[in-house]
């Protein structure tokens, strides 16, 4: 990559005399014979020159291939955000298709066990949303307690409830997620493009939605899938060079995309968990590892496989193209692929062996380096206890008091979305902070 020019004796001779770095080229009894504006003049020249080189420097490190810059899009501090370039290519890089979209439909899709938290904030969001731009199902496991909770707090009048279709934690949550597309999708307008987003009753917007609209508007045809890191894959038992890519259930689908998802999903059901599909001729029992089915099931029914072929032999770890996704490597250490939504989740036990996981991230990762900022806001209290611990434990940092200079971490990220805010987390001036 071109690198930008160095300040001082390396810089070109031009350079180095803006700044005042001539040397012997300017003699002292020169320097004596200015009259007081001239020297006012010389010094504001210098300072014109500093500030213009200071800016094109910052420039350099926060511009994107197209040439948007990310301090444009989401504020300056994200540019030292690590990894960010990386994540910001991954969205926006070569192998993102079709042509920037004003107009997009979105489709907000969210699965709940029977109430939408933080109703408040999501009525002030879609007060944002011109009539029309958007739609919002949601499936609920105990609908009729959902349907009391919706109309208390006013979301009946933006949420659909979605038939009540079989789910469990882990070994079925996909069948409530084809519930919600299908039902999107039989609703979404006939002449303009969607974009299907998945999430939980937990997850709240940080984007006012005329950002969020715009970024998904701008590769259509693409989907975004945030990969887990490739240690987290599983591997096909009759092939070692054979793996089903991991990825975050919260996903950002385009229409083709959910298109070909439903139609190689079977029709789920309310009395019993769905039967995951054949992945070139494999079924799910065929892989190695443990993970839920929405997480390791979604992403290789649409794409297909990934194939390791540095496990037969070849010197190089391996990368793969998907339509749509770009290129994904076997050779990384974090996540991959366009991360839409903001969580974080490990399955240390220990304070100390969380700790060190959370570190590492912070130093390679925007998902790491904001529940970094997060945890060290005066303002914001997280707690990550571990859950689930029959089946190996996870914890996923909740939000319980988020304050301004927390959101404001939130606000200025690269992520559209959050998770998780527990359902009486305080949130003061969320709204007017975030959307504004």
């Not at 493009?193 to 999430?199: D, G, I, S």
């Not at 939605?209 to 045809?221: C, D």
């Not at 998802?261 to 992945?279: E, G, H, T």
Request: charged fraction near 15%.
């Amino acid at each position: 990559a071109e690198q930008p020019p160095a300040v001082g004796a390396s810089a070109p001779p031009a350079m180095r005399s803006l700044l005042g770095d001539e040397g012997s080229d300017t003699d002292s009894s020169d320097a004596t014979s200015y009259d007081q504006p001239h020297c006012w003049r010389h010094v504001l020249l210098r300072l014109s020159a500093f500030l213009v080189v200071a800016l094109g420097f910052a420039a350099y490190w926060v511009r994107d291939s197209e040439g948007v810059t990310l301090a444009a899009a989401y504020g300056l501090p994200l540019a030292v955000y690590p990894g960010v370039r990386d994540a910001w290519r991954q969205c926006h890089g070569d192998g993102r298709p079709g042509t920037f979209v004003d107009n997009i439909h979105v489709s907000f899709l969210v699965m709940t066990m029977g109430n939408i938290s933080h109703a408040d904030v999501w009525l002030e969001f879609f007060r944002g949303a011109p009539p029309g731009s958007y739609s919002a199902f949601v499936h609920c496991k105990f609908a009729d307690q959902c349907q009391a909770n919706l109309r208390a707090s006013g979301l009946n009048a933006i949420f659909t409830v979605v038939p009540t279709v079989f789910s469990a934690w882990c070994s079925d949550l996909v069948s409530p997620m084809l519930q919600l597309l299908r039902s999107a999708l039989d609703a979404a307008p006939q002449d303009v493009l969607a974009k299907f987003v998945f999430l939980s009753s937990t997850h709240l917007p940080l984007k006012p939605f005329g950002i969020i609209q715009a970024e998904l508007g701008k590769h259509p045809g693409a989907s975004d899938f945030c990969l887990y890191p490739p240690t987290h894959w599983h591997v096909a038992k009759s092939d070692s060079a054979m793996l089903r890519i991991a990825a975050s259930q919260w996903s950002v689908l385009s229409q083709k995309d959910a298109v070909t998802l439903l139609r190689r999903m079977p029709q789920p059901s309310s009395a019993s968990a769905i039967v995951m599909p054949l992945v070139e001729h494999l079924t799910w029992q065929d892989f190695l590892g443990y993970h839920c089915i929405d997480e390791a099931g979604i992403f290789s029914t649409i794409f297909g496989l990934f194939y390791n072929v540095s496990r037969t032999g070849a010197s190089a770890p391996p990368d793969m193209d998907y339509p749509g996704i770009g290129e994904v490597s076997v050779a990384h250490e974090r996540e991959q692929g366009c991360c839409r939504s903001w969580g974080f989740m490990q399955n240390e036990r220990t304070a100390e062996a969380q700790n060190a996981t959370i570190s590492f991230f912070a130093e390679v990762s925007p998902l790491g380096r904001v529940l970094e900022d997060l945890r060290s806001a005066p303002d914001t209290e997280l707690v990550g206890p571990p859950t689930h611990c029959d089946t190996g434990c996870e914890v996923i940092w909740t939000v319980l008091r988020l304050g301004p200079v927390g959101q404001r971490v939130l606000r200025q990220s690269p992520f559209l979305f959050g998770r998780k805010f527990a359902g009486n987390a305080s949130l003061p001036g969320f709204a007017a902070n975030v959307f504004a």
